[in-house]
């Protein structure tokens, strides 16, 4: 029997914005054998034609617009900061593409809600880049969690302790509520809360206050928050940006186990530890991780997400669910602006400010 058409088809992927992350999509793309770069844009002309010599793609662009009209791309990677997220999604969207876009997907809840309408509209799909949901070692324990292996998950620590210096909030639309969207809850926490997510699933509640410590910036450089998840589970979750001995890290406290992740930008199997509750020790030889390990990364995001478009099937739930960590993210913000008042889901469904922006009052304690 010969195969259907549709499996011989290679999907015909550009790329806007071509900072330090869209060197991990190039790669990405270039590993999957049905996936081809074929196009790239940047508002500089030059940093484009740059890009495109290096990652062999044969013709760059300054104008976005121009290069959606000449390619009619199949997949479109957003590499660009937050701001024009919503605006190049749309414009993707209208061109007939799938869309593939770094995180924070949108600067505000809002601006996702319009482009999930228009993936909706097009019958095309919108996958986010939360790549440390990805690997063998995270798809293991999000297994033995939800077949409750390791009993009722309880209590959960989740850190993204990093540092960012002066010359990092001194790119002019970093640190601004109008242009970045948030600060390193956004940036940067996000990660670790979008995995926390992942492993535990639905939130009921958030607390959160915001803190300006150290650098020159409208936005939080530290957060702090205590999520309730709907299974019961209570999580205490910190983001710093000024914390010099870097590290993110996940802690999940089970009637029988206790889970961590330690890693930085990125983990494998030794990165991850399951420790037995006294009186389960025998249960361990079963939570043992897998032989063959694929470490978390942005190439078998990318690679699930383009087998599932050549298949016609939904996204995988590396790729999935792409408002939920936003959503917490959003709920942090508003807690902080209500003086850390409680934010469920159905509050922040109607919420009057904070769909729209995340823009909050922040603690300044800097001396």
Not at 92 to 103: N, P, R, S, Y
Request: proline share 6%.
């Amino acid at each position: 029997m010969k195969p259907h058409p549709q499996s011989r088809r290679t999907l015909r992927c550009v790329l806007v914005g071509t900072g330090s992350v869209a060197r991990l999509h190039a790669q990405a793309v270039a590993a999957h054998s049905r996936a081809e770069l074929v196009a790239v844009a940047d508002i500089s002309v030059d940093r484009a034609a740059a890009f495109a010599a290096q990652y062999d793609v044969a013709v760059s662009y300054g104008d976005y617009d121009e290069m959606l009209e000449e390619q009619r791309p199949d997949v479109v990677l957003i590499c660009t900061p937050p701001g024009p997220h919503r605006v190049q999604a749309l414009a993707a969207f209208a061109a007939g593409a799938h869309v593939i876009v770094e995180k924070p997907p949108a600067p505000s809840l809002d601006e996702l809600d319009e482009m999930r309408a228009a993936a909706d509209a097009a019958g095309r799909q919108l996958a986010v880049v939360f790549q440390q949901r990805t690997g063998t070692a995270a798809a293991h324990v999000r297994g033995l969690l939800s077949s409750g292996a390791l009993g009722r998950p309880l209590v959960a620590v989740c850190q993204t302790l990093w540092f960012r210096d002066a010359d990092y909030f001194a790119v002019p639309w970093r640190g601004k509520w109008q242009t970045e969207g948030g600060g390193t809850t956004l940036g940067h926490g996000i990660h670790q809360i979008d995995l926390l997510a992942h492993l535990l699933g639905n939130w009921s509640s958030v607390q959160g206050r915001l803190f300006r410590l150290d650098r020159e910036t409208e936005t939080e450089d530290v957060s702090t928050a205590t999520i309730v998840f709907e299974a019961g589970v209570v999580a205490q979750v910190i983001t710093s940006a000024v914390s010099p001995r870097e590290t993110s890290s996940i802690r999940i406290d089970t009637q029988k186990a206790t889970v961590t992740v330690d890693h930085l930008y990125g983990h494998g199997h030794e990165n991850w530890r399951i420790t037995a509750a006294p009186g389960f020790e025998s249960e361990a030889d079963g939570w043992a991780f897998p032989d063959a390990e694929v470490r978390s990364d942005h190439a078998p995001l990318l690679r699930d997400v383009f087998d599932a478009l050549l298949d016609g099937r939904p996204l995988p739930s590396t790729a999935d669910a792409p408002a939920r960590s936003l959503e917490l993210v959003a709920a942090i913000y508003a807690s902080a602006a209500a003086g850390g008042g409680i934010i469920t889901p159905e509050i922040l469904a109607a919420h009057p400010t904070h769909r729209a922006s995340f823009a909050s009052p922040v603690v300044d304690l800097r001396a």
